[in-house]
């Protein structure tokens, strides 16, 4: 019932059966460069306490990343995070049609096809994006235990990095550890393009890494967002 989307993209790391394990040792893909760890729990505790529809991406982001633009060179990463993918090396145009055909397209037509049911029934809907991070990256350790990522709409990022700043024990990224700006992600492909209020979230991934660590985060977030949610001059279109 809420007038709300959740996404998470990277939720999933399955691979079609036809590409085998793209080259890649079984270990890396409990690793953070096969999916966002925790984001599929934290997303469906969200969704049930919300009772708002989502949408996980369950193909692992090493068989083609769901929050890349179709000409980003990361769509189908052929290194990532020191990590070679043999698979996506050399590919032809035909393999990646495939790819894009059978995983990327479903995906963002069912980010369209929820939204514009939404309109269809005059609502303006809200949209979370919800991923995770990695504590350390290329050699460097990360402080923050989230982040919100937002470009030129304030109206959800703003009061949501208040609310969990508000616990003086978090360390919270306005942008960090990645920044919303001029990306060219989910979140712009369709919510932004739709004048949606909107804000993406990424939480450290050992902190939603088991069941009790994304209960705990869903209940965070949960509050953080409820009186953002609550606003009524929030749903229109800008």
Known sequence: RAPVLLLADHAGRAVPRALGRLGVAEPEFE????????????????????????????????????????????????????????????????????????IYRPYHGMVEH????????????????????????????????????????????VPLIAGLRADPALVVG?????????????IDRHAVARGLPHVLVEIRQDLIATPEGEAEWAARLADALKPI???PALYRVE
């Open 229 to 231: 949610l609550a606003d």
């Open 114 to 157: 929820l939204l514009d049911g939404f309109a269809g029934r005059g609502v303006v809907p809200a949209v979370v994006s919800v991923h995770s991070f990695t504590p350390v990256m290329r050699g460097l350790a990360r402080p923050w235990h989230a982040g919100v990522l937002w470009d030129r709409d304030p109206r959800m990022a």
């Open 31 to 102: 690793r953070h460069i096969a999916w966002d760890i925790g984001t599929a729990g934290l997303t469906r505790l969200l969704a049930r306490r919300f009772d708002a529809p989502a949408l996980l991406g369950v193909y692992s982001r090493l068989v083609v990343d769901l929050n890349r633009a179709l000409d980003d060179p990361t769509l189908m990463p052929e290194i990532s995070d020191g990590t070679v993918v043999p698979a996506n090396r050399a590919l032809d145009a035909a393999a990646r049609e495939a790819r894009l055909e059978a």
């Open 174 to 186: 306005d942008n960090e550890p990645y920044t919303g700006r001029g990306a060219h992600g989910t």
